[in-house]
């Protein structure tokens, strides 16, 4: 069974860091590309970050700077570093693989359930 856990999202002040984690199971991890994205309340869901199989990235341009997208084949974990970050970060954020080419606008199958993180100013 294909699945994506995240974790790592909580509350904190403007100018901190966070770091979510992806765990995946279930498919070979190695070979897909693999994003992290965003939904704000009553926004569109948005690419934030993703990573190919040889660790091509490419950001959002409201993160590229502040973020990094980084993974661990070995352990089949995906992370998200968020460094400086703004109030306008506040959203739940999940991670998605897809095979084939990988870019931010793609169609992504694979979603996990989610990570709160909220940015006070």
């Known amino acids: 069974q294909v699945q994506l856990v995240e974790s790592g999202g909580g509350s904190v002040q403007a100018g901190g860091s966070l770091r979510l984690s992806c765990a995946a199971s279930g498919f070979t991890y190695s070979s897909n590309c693999m994003g992290w994205f965003r939904q704000a309340p009553g926004k569109e869901r948005e690419g934030v970050a993703v990573?190919?199989?040889?660790?091509?990235?490419s950001y959002a341009d409201s993160v590229r700077g502040r973020f990094t997208i980084s993974k661990d084949n070995a352990k089949s974990t995906l992370y998200l570093q968020m460094n400086s970050l703004k109030p306008e970060d506040t959203a739940m954020y999940y991670c998605a693989r897809r095979s084939g080419t990988c870019y931010l606008t793609a169609s992504f199958g694979t979603w996990g359930q989610g990570t709160q993180v909220t940015v006070s100013s």
């Open positions: 990573i190919d199989s040889v660790g091509y990235t």
